[in-house]
């Protein structure tokens, strides 16, 4: 079992930045494909990034393409999101997720086990 805790939320006006963090709990992180996902009021979640548990893949949807990257460092236990040019649209709650999967799960919600409380980005026009 593995607990996750993000971190890096906040009010940032549009085309600023933001870095995001997710500490997980537990010696086998390296174990679980990561993703971040997000949840805008009135919206039903969505996937945003995904990567695998060695480095080997990663997933970005399109929305954020070019402009969001996800990271992983396994001897800190902790997955990254890097935000830049942020619109207001990106305005939501962001989660972490780790999945137990054999395979890479990519942007399927179902296939992941665990999920952090959240932290509220807010973009400013």
């Known amino acids: 079992q593995v607990q996750l805790v993000e971190s890096g939320g906040g009010l940032v006006q549009a085309g600023g930045s933001l870095r995001l963090s997710c500490a997980a709990s537990g010696r086998t992180f390296s174990t679980y494909h990561m993703g971040w996902f997000r949840q805008a009021p009135g919206k039903e979640r969505e996937f945003v990034a995904a990567?695998?548990?060695?480095?080997?893949?990663?997933g970005h949807a399109d929305s954020v393409k070019g402009r969001f990257t996800i990271s992983r460092d396994n001897a800190k236990n902790t997955v990254y999101l890097q935000m830049n040019s942020l619109k207001p649209e990106d305005t939501a709650v962001y989660y972490c997720a780790a999945s137990s999967s054999v395979y890479y799960v990519g942007s399927d919600v179902n296939r992941y086990n665990y999920w952090g409380q959240g932290t509220q980005v807010t973009v400013s026009s």
């Open positions: 990567i695998s548990r060695n480095n080997g893949y990663t």
